[in-house]
């Protein structure tokens, strides 16, 4: 009798749950987020990433040797390169002048532009990730994401090569 009433209970159970409520989406809280907007900033976030990058280097000397990858072509990427460096040697790692290091800090940035929609204006963001790599296997990874006004977004944009003139000659044999 127990265990039909144990079984009896299993079920009802069981069938209730099937029979609830399908989950409900739930809107996201007010979040900050943080903008970029100056040099300033970006020497804070070179900052970040070189703390967290020494803390990931250890307390070892031979293993506080780091080489820095320049990584895009953009006057963000030039800034925030020698920020990064100044920071990183501030923080007590050795920084390698070449490739040739255990350690490999590598860094990218991506841009997300959202179009305006409803009473949303258009706006642009910015992703930064920095990945360190030993002996070529990734050991940190971190990845920020920053708000960037519109009339600064030139500055995360690959700077353009001036096209030279194309200048056709004729050859006339005599």
Same mark, same amino acid.
């Given at each position: 009798m127990k265990r039909l009433a144990l079984s009896w209970m299993v079920f009802v159970v069981l069938w209730g749950t099937g029979c609830s409520y !399908?989950?409900?989406?739930? &809107?996201y809280f007010l979040q900050f987020q943080s903008q970029l907007q100056a040099a300033r900033h970006w020497?804070? #976030?070179a900052n970040d990433v070189a703390v967290e990058t020494a803390k990931l280097l250890g307390e070892r000397t031979e293993d506080r040797i780091v080489s820095v990858a320049k990584m895009d072509d953009t006057k963000f990427g030039?800034? =925030?390169?020698? #920020?990064? +460096?100044? *920071?990183?040697v501030q923080n007590k790692a050795a920084v390698a002048?070449?490739?040739? !290091? !255990?350690?490999? +800090?590598k860094y990218e940035t991506v841009l997300v532009e959202h179009k305006a929609s409803g009473s949303r204006p258009a @706006?642009?963001?910015?992703?930064?990730t920095s990945t360190l790599y030993?002996? $070529? =296997?990734?050991?940190?990874? +971190? $990845? *920020? %994401?920053?708000?960037?006004?519109?009339?600064?977004?030139? @500055?995360?944009?690959?700077?353009? %090569? &001036? %096209?030279? &003139? %194309?200048?056709?000659?004729?050859m006339k044999a005599e």
């Open positions: !399908a989950p409900v989406e739930l &809107p020497d804070e #976030l030039e800034a =925030f390169y020698e #920020l990064l +460096l100044t *920071r990183l002048n070449g490739p040739n !290091a !255990a350690n490999v +800090l @706006h642009v963001e910015v992703i930064l030993k002996n $070529s =296997f990734i050991i940190g990874r +971190l $990845s *920020r %994401v920053y708000y960037i006004q519109d009339p600064d977004t030139w @500055h995360y944009y690959a700077k353009k %090569v &001036p %096209v030279q &003139p %194309v200048k056709t000659y004729t």
